[in-house]
């Protein structure tokens, strides 16, 4: 009784730090967006405005409105961009129309073409469609080893690739970059890995992490 106590303590103590991150990361996130829209979209809005109420000076020369109508299309047109961008990165809509798969081909050419890394992508899995609230997890996970790589790790190449491994749908995941030591992971104030911990709970999958100094690192986890 006193064993099954003590195991039933440390799972309600695990699951409420990763509940405690979810709510700093929800946290972090609305902070973020509100950031980026005040930078990017607030501003635009601001400067169109503006520019709106000029156009209601009376006898302005033609000159002035040709310039102040200039400024409206251009600053609508960087509004609707920054606002593409932002829903885009929110819910990638290639990943809710055409499923995991094709969100993550989308993913890797993205990087690929941003930051000249060679990704190798594989994939054995047919991932089924009425899942896809499920695999918005998997992308976000990816999202984050593929952010750490190239931000920590510093790697050239990545390799992810999917398949089934004992009846479980699996995903492993390694880069070549400059790795880090496990044991430091706990001290670390990053919100990503406690992250990717959560996700793959939430999947009620598995998860090991193996990484050592100028190794890179390898991510194994099912769901
Ligand atoms: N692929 C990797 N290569 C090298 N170091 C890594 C890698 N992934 C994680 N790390 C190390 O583990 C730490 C924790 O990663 P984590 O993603 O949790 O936080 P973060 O990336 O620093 O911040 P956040 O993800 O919240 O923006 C990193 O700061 C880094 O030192
Ligand atoms: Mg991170």
Do not use: W
């Amino acid at each position: 009784m006193e064993k099954k106590l003590e195991f039933d303590n440390l799972d309600i103590f695990l699951k409420n730090k990763q509940l405690s991150a979810v709510i700093r990361t929800l946290e972090s996130d609305r902070k973020r967006i509100a950031q980026e829209l005040h930078d990017n979209i607030c501003s635009k809005l601001n400067v169109i405005s503006l520019n709106c109420h000029l156009l209601k000076i009376p006898n302005l020369p033609p000159k002035d409105i040709e310039e102040i109508t200039k400024n409206i299309i251009e600053y609508t047109s960087k509004a609707l961009n920054s606002s593409k961008k932002m829903t885009h990165s929110l819910l990638p809509p290639v990943l809710d129309k055409f499923g995991l798969h094709a969100g993550i081909e989308e993913l890797c050419a993205q990087l690929i073409n941003d930051v000249a890394i060679d990704i190798q992508y594989e994939n054995n899995l047919k991932f089924d469609f009425k899942e896809n609230d499920n695999h918005i997890h998997v992308f976000r996970i990816l999202q984050e080893l593929f952010a750490n790589s190239i931000q920590h790790g510093k790697a050239t190449s990545i390799s992810v690739f999917f398949d089934e491994i004992d009846g479980k749908r699996t995903c492993k995941y390694s880069d070549n970059g400059i790795g880090f030591e496990l044991n430091q992971l706990e001290n670390h104030k990053g919100l990503g890995m406690k992250n990717v911990v959560s996700r793959v709970a939430f999947l009620e999958g598995s998860l090991s992490i193996e990484s050592q100094m100028n190794n890179g690192i390898s991510v194994i986890f099912n769901f």
